[in-house]
């Protein structure tokens, strides 16, 4: 019976690295949950291209949006266990979307295999050129005296711009109200029509508005100034202690084989690597990261936890 065992165990891990040699022999589909134009499409799509060169098959950005990216996660989860099927996630599907929504289909810890972040993304407060308000100083003590008034957009209940916008308004102890959009594109959309006045964001989707002068940066979201705007300052230089930086990885359904898994994030990383790739996300705003899957779970895990506590602390609701 051991040696039954033995030979079932040695045919299992050579098909299985049969398997990972012949990925891929077919299209492959990277699934975001936003819509086109909004900063994880733009990544996504930054990698395609290269991905399908370095495969020999088409790479295909798959935008399956609705329900604050529960639609697109869900979908991802549920795809056959094969690898033809990734998901483009980010700290809001992947980390905090389970603390905020409370028939949340799908445990992205349990139904999802980490393959590699792949950038974190450095966030802008951006505002209307309308707003009365050219810093977060200003933006604070306008709030306070107009309560209920000012309104911002995010790409959903449960994304970083949602988190970012809560934490902003339970830090400042002002009244924002939330108007969520079904991804950046049509939040920034409306911020650019005067629809809303200010959303906290990536730079990969506000830079370009910025640099034509059609949105003002109030400050920035990480820990520092961001090279790209040297002379923006960070919400903490007038409101210590805030600090938001995203980021989106890739994931697989959670049965692909480790063997399959490794392949895809051997060949990622290695597109990460290339000096056009990383200095293209770098000028967008975020910095090529390519972490092997046990750091990127650990790193989810431990983000789940984190804005998980400070959900149930602040009592953030998604609408």
Avoid at 84 to 108: C, E, Q, R, S, W
Avoid at 210 to 234: F, H, Y
Avoid at 274 to 287: I, Q
């Amino acid at each position: 019976m051991k040696r039954i065992a033995i030979a079932a165990l040695l045919a299992a891990a050579t098909a299985a690295n049969a398997l990972a040699q012949a990925f891929p022999a077919k299209p492959v589909r990277i699934v975001v949950a936003f819509p086109a134009g909004g900063g994880v499409d733009i990544v996504a799509r930054l990698l395609a291209p290269k991905l399908t060169e370095a495969w020999g098959q088409q790479v295909i950005v798959d935008n399956r949006a609705g329900a604050s990216g529960v639609i697109g996660t869900e979908f991802a989860a549920r795809s056959a266990p094969d690898g033809y099927t990734l998901f483009m996630g980010t700290l809001g599907n992947l980390a905090v979307n389970p603390h905020l929504i409370a028939k949340m289909p799908v445990d992205p810890l349990r139904d999802f295999a980490p393959v590699t972040q792949v950038v974190a993304v450095h966030f802008v407060l951006v505002a209307h050129p309308s707003l009365p308000a050219r810093n977060v100083a200003e933006l604070i003590a306008l709030a306070r005296s107009r309560p209920g008034q000012i309104n911002y957009s995010s790409s959903g209940p449960g994304g970083a711009p949602h988190l970012a916008g809560e934490l902003f308004k339970s830090m400042a102890k002002v009244n924002l109200v939330h108007v969520p959009y079904k991804g950046s594109a049509p939040s920034f959309q409306d911020l650019l029509g005067g629809q809303v006045s200010v959303t906290f964001d990536s730079l990969v989707q506000a830079l370009p508005y910025v640099r034509d002068k059609r949105l003002n940066a109030l400050a920035v979201l990480g820990a520092a100034r961001s090279p790209l705007l040297p002379e923006v300052p960070t919400v903490a230089e007038s409101l210590p202690g805030y600090e938001l930086t995203n980021w989106f990885g890739l994931v697989a359904p959670a049965a692909v084989p480790r063997t399959v898994i490794g392949k895809i994030h051997a060949d990622v990383t290695r597109v990460l690597q290339d000096t056009g790739v990383s200095e293209r996300l770098s000028a967008m705003g975020a910095t090529a990261i390519g972490n092997t899957p046990e750091q990127f779970g650990a790193a989810m895990r431990a983000d789940s936890e984190k804005w998980g506590r400070l959900i149930r602390e602040a009592d953030i609701r998604a609408e």
